[in-house]
């Protein structure tokens, strides 16, 4: 009832996937496992940037295509419903739906020629040998486990006994709406919808993806914010009676080790989500490519994943740390009040939002130097606010 490989990826999604077809081409065993058949659905607004569509192209040849994609070229900054800022020629924003997008990448990692264990139920996590028991029996055993399992991961939780901190850890709500409802391709983003967090509208082929999200623990009536920002979009709907997906979204909160001894974590499992701007399918791809190529090196030296997996995220890390300097300064009270204006004021402030979401810019490129010039921005607002 045993079955042995070198390595073992619980989830399938962009950072199971990505670790998965990334060791297979190193020449390694792998099951891939998940609790889900593909195609299934996610919560996700699911923009790719420009930094998605290179790392899809990187670890899984994939390019763009009309079926998937529909690319978005307008964008509009809001704040409650206040337009602070418009790109008529934004960064190319390519819309898909995550049901879709995720059982593409299925699909190639499967075709890499690791095996697939999915729809399963698991009823043991064994981090030390490391090793999966399924609800049927069967036990997979591997020399490397990594956890791509989402926020709620199951690896996680029997590595440290919660899979996130409750302080940290995001919530998101949305709903797929009638694409006739808008006549352009217009992506929105409004930094006002939610307290340490936002709302969104994504055009895509056949539907709009709006929703809410951000710290559960700053928003404990997540549901009044979707509310108020479905009235502004679409009154004519209930949001009572629409059909809503949640989820906790890891928004910024990281592991900074992420995962033990054979276990790694990657994509969402180990909290790779842009704290600002909410992407996390970039680093999903990267993290689960980080992982896939650090196993295939621990296990051709002899040497422990750990090591390896950290020299290489030592960036998306850094990436994240800078992101939680800024998104402080954002949305800390009472900058929130007069972050409106400042923007409306300064339109590079928009167009560095987007190099940021392009993967034109990093973080680590604006350093003090912008933080030093949001606060002076910001505090020249202030100073200018009626008496």
Same mark, same amino acid.
């Given at each position: 009832? #045993? ?33 889900? *058949? ?8 699911? !923009? ?87 609800? $049927? ?12 399992? +989402? ?9 440290? !006994? ?21 006549? $352009? ?11 340490? !967090? ?10 709009? #993806? ?46 900074? #080790? ?9 994509? $969402? ?7 600002? #701007?909410?992407? +996390? ?39 994240? *740390? ?18 409106? !204006? ?17 993967? $034109? ?27």
């Amino acid at each position: 009832m #045993t079955q042995s490989y070198d390595l073992l990826v619980l989830g399938s999604g962009p950072a199971g996937s990505a670790a998965a077809i990334t060791a297979a081409q190193a020449g390694l065993s792998v099951a891939l496992i998940d609790k889900s *058949a593909f195609p299934r659905d996610k919560l996700c607004g699911g !923009g790719l940037t420009g930094r998605s569509v290179r790392y899809m192209a990187e670890v899984f040849g994939m390019t763009p295509d009309t079926a998937l994609f529909l690319p978005s070229t307008q964008f509009r900054l809001t704040f409650a419903g206040r337009v602070i800022g418009h790109e008529a020629e934004a960064p190319v924003l390519q819309m898909t739906m995550r049901r879709d997008f995720d059982a593409a990448l299925h699909v190639r990692a499967q075709s890499s020629g690791v095996t697939v264990f999915a729809p399963v139920k698991l009823s043991q996590i064994d981090t030390d040998a490391p090793s999966v028991t399924l609800s $049927d029996g069967r036990c997979l055993r591997g020399r490397i486990l990594i956890g791509a399992d +989402g926020a709620n991961s199951a690896v996680a939780r029997a590595l440290y !006994g919660r899979a996130f901190d409750p302080a940290e850890i995001g919530f998101g709500l949305e709903v797929e709406l009638d694409r006739e409802l808008t006549e $352009d391709n217009t992506t929105e983003i409004d930094l006002g919808a939610a307290h340490w !967090g936002y709302g969104w509208v994504f055009p895509k082929n056949g539907s709009i #993806t709006l929703g809410v999200g951000g710290v559960h623990a700053k928003n404990p009536d997540m549901k009044a914010h979707f509310r108020n920002y479905l009235a502004q979009h679409a009154p004519q709907f209930d949001a009572e009676k629409l059909r809503c997906k949640g989820a906790f979204l890891p928004f910024g909160a990281y592991r900074k #080790t992420p995962g033990r001894g054979p276990v790694l974590l990657a994509g $969402d499992a180990a909290g790779l989500v842009d704290p600002i #701007t909410g992407e +996390g399918i970039a680093w999903a791809m990267k993290s689960g490519q980080f992982a896939g190529q650090a196993a295939a090196e621990a296990l051709q030296s002899g040497t422990p994943p750990m090591a390896a997996y950290m020299a290489r995220l030592g960036y998306i890390h850094r990436e994240m *740390a800078a992101a939680r300097r800024i998104r402080a300064l954002i949305y800390a009270t009472p900058v929130r009040n007069y972050f409106p !204006g400042a923007v409306e004021r300064n339109p590079s402030m928009t167009r560095s939002y987007l190099r940021l979401l392009a993967g $034109d810019l990093d973080y680590a490129d604006l350093g003090h130097r912008v933080l030093w010039r949001i606060a002076r921005r910001l505090g020249g607002t202030m100073l200018r606010r009626p008496a």
